[in-house]
């Protein structure tokens, strides 16, 4: 009996104080105390557990690095695709706007009919300012065809062959295209030089040219068709002893960057040699 | 026709895309690598090589197929270089590389001059003081520049083509 009743009061004194513990614990009476017991306790969790992460990255490290230069080299190999990738959509973007602006050329020109062409090659000679295109004789292309892109006329097809041709760009040195400027209509030759610069010459004295004129083919001569624009007047040159004024002029087409041009194919020039008088031997 | 007259075909073909497509585009003031002329050159100055003046036929004959430069021009113009790279082999043997040098640099000067008195015959209007500073000068310069890379190179080919007979 005395047993059972000194067992029942120690369990009631252990409730209570078990109760008290908690109730201080609650109440926050029992921080400092619990500070001075766990912090070292903590410290030493602390320790331990850095080593034992140290120890597994030591052990599991070459797995880790060989997984993660695998994923690196994906990585990089997925990147370089994605990089090929944007560079071939950007310049699919550059082609279609390209080809965008030639479709509205023509369709702005309803009087032509145009083969489009890319350029292929440029002459392997310094002296000569030509281009090669993809379209040939099977594709109506004919010599003396005029070549232009939608900014403006760029030259005339000199030779051709079943798959592909070649083009004198007006900025060769033998070029020269007959022009009239804009709005005064005077009439000029056009010539190119080897700096790939072009040049106005036989621009009559009398003739009010200004810097802004539009300088466009007046389709005399035969060999190109009239009003198929050029380029403008950039500063005019005028001397009194000179019969002729000159002038500079710059085109909207860069010539070094031509890749889709327009061939116009229902246009045939004339051959007006035979008409030109002929110097008879005395 | 033997192998190493046949194999310029195909190597001048390959040459011609190369020049045309790529190298005439990437030009240095106005002048432009001529790789025609420092395959010539090299081929000239090896030392077994026979097959030098056929070379420079084929050499002139697809020039002038692509070029709109006067017929006759570049197979003048090469046929020379070729005579000169030739003749600087027997007088510079000892130093091959001294003589490629010389070979591209009066070839250089050659065919341009060739090119450029063609086409005023033809009647185009090349200033030639103009052409020779702003083409010629930095052609010769490209030129001059993969000389030696390009005589390492047709070097190999020259061995393979003809190669060195076994001592017995």
């Known amino acids: ?282 | 026709m033997p192998m190493a007259t046949l194999i310029s075909i195909p190597v001048f073909a390959l040459l011609m895309i190369l020049q045309s497509s790529l190298f005439s585009r990437i030009p240095l003031l106005y002048g432009t690598l001529d790789l025609f002329l420092l395959v010539l050159a090299a081929w000239a100055l090896q030392k077994r090589v026979q097959t030098a003046w056929q070379w420079s036929i084929v050499a002139g004959l697809i020039f002038n197929f692509v070029s709109a430069l006067p017929l006759g021009a570049p197979l003048i113009g090469y046929g020379l270089s070729t005579g000169i790279a030739l003749a600087l082999r027997r007088q510079v043997w000892q130093y091959p590389l001294l003589a490629m040098f010389a070979a591209v640099f009066f070839g250089t000067l050659i065919t341009h001059a060739v090119s450029l008195t063609a086409l005023r015959l033809v009647g185009h209007p090349i200033p030639v003081l103009e052409a020779f500073n702003l083409i010629t000068l930095p052609s010769l310069l490209l030129n001059l520049m993969l000389a030696a890379p390009a005589y390492a190179l047709i070097g190999d080919l020259a061995a393979r083509l003809y190669p060195e007979p076994l001592e017995s």
């Open chain 1, 1 to 282: 009996m005395n047993t059972t009743t000194s067992r029942s009061l120690q369990t009631i004194v252990f409730v209570f104080i078990a109760v008290g513990l908690i109730a201080l614990a609650l109440g926050g009476y029992l921080a400092p105390l619990s500070r001075i017991v766990l912090n070292p306790i903590i410290a030493a969790q602390t320790w331990i557990s850095q080593r034992y992460q140290a120890v597994q990255e030591l052990v599991n490290a070459p797995q880790d690095t060989a997984r993660l230069r695998q994923e690196i080299l994906q990585l990089r190999d997925e990147n370089s695709q994605l990089q090929a990738q944007i560079i071939e959509l950007r310049q699919q973007l550059a082609e279609t706007s390209v080809l965008s602006a030639l479709v509205d050329f023509a369709r702005a020109n309803p009087e032509n009919r145009y083969q489009a062409a890319a350029v292929i090659a440029r002459d392997p000679s310094p002296f000569l300012n030509y281009v090669i295109i993809n379209r040939g004789s099977d594709n109506g292309l004919r010599r003396g065809m005029p070549v232009v892109t939608q900014q403006g006329l760029i030259g005339r097809v000199d030779a051709v062959t079943a798959g592909a041709a070649r083009v004198m760009l007006i900025t060769d040195p033998a070029s020269s295209v007959n022009v009239r400027l804009e709005p005064g209509r005077d009439a000029a030759v056009l010539h190119g030089q080897i700096t790939g610069d072009l040049s106005l010459e036989m621009i009559p004295q009398d003739a009010d040219v200004q810097a802004g004129d539009l300088v466009l083919t007046s389709g005399l001569g035969g060999g190109y068709p009239q009003n198929i624009l050029i380029g403008q007047v950039t500063g005019v040159r005028s001397r009194e002893q000179d019969i002729f004024k000159s002038a500079s002029i710059q085109t909207m087409v860069d010539f070094d960057q031509i890749e889709i041009v327009l061939v116009i194919t229902n246009f045939r020039p004339i051959d007006i040699l035979p008409l030109l008088p002929v110097e008879e031997a005395p």
